[in-house]
């Protein structure tokens, strides 16, 4: 059976993570459950990544719509944000791991600014991996801020319109500064993008299940890579194809590489892979 080359591996994943609320409704919980259910999941998933050798993981934790959601469950997303910046500090500094946060973090009430900022700051040299957590996010909001900006400049004559481009629009997204995403994650039945990394999901391999979020398992997350490695895209930008891209890289690229590969019809090779990246179990 032919292994999946190492190279292979997505350096760059995103998730939507969808189905919080259904989860909870099916067992006649509150919303509220549903999304701490989720934040568990979150941390079982950062931290698979990161034994794995993901470089940039970015999770679609909080979108520009979701202010719109009644006032309760919104103060209780942002109060389960809080919870895991705390209690994962610790494991995301000592994993040499950096968080960013996408999106119009201003509108992010003070107790969870009090806490992330300081992170994204004390985790800023970080270099094995990147974890983005979009946050009052919107690739749409974000496009049309990046194109204001530009806008601007060429008014003030700073700026050249006729070379702004596809590569200057990219450089001002802040999604885009841990790299394109290679592989795009959505749970929860739906199959549709939701206005998340629109720009750079442009040439993503795409990958919809049906389970909702708080269910995502690391299997799940295998058999989304597995699939990935196996499929062979007709086009591919530069960056994937020269091996660059996004993130910080480091000892789970190396494990992976050194032993060989993921098996892309066998996804709980990647289990194998990642119970001999250390013992450590936190983010």
Known sequence: MNLVEARNLPRHVGIIMDGNGRWAELRGEPREAGHKAGSAAVRRIVRVCRRL???????????EQNWARPRNEVDALMGL??????????EILENDIRLVAIGD??????VVREVLDPLRKASSANMRMTLALALSYGAREEIAAAARELAMEAVAGRLDPEAIDGALLAARLPSLSVGEPDLIIR????????NFLLYGAAYAELSFTERLWPDFTEDDLFAAIATYQQRDSAVEPAYRAEGSGGGGGGGGGELVAARGAIDGARPWRARELASHNGSRTGV
């Open 81 to 90: 944000l809080r919870e895991f910046l705390m209690s994962e500090r610790g």
């Open 53 to 63: 050798g993901v470089e940039a993981l970015t999770l679609y934790a909080f979108s």
């Open 187 to 194: 749970t929860g039945g739906e199959q549709r993008l939701s």
């Open 105 to 110: 973090i201003s509108r992010l009430p003070e």
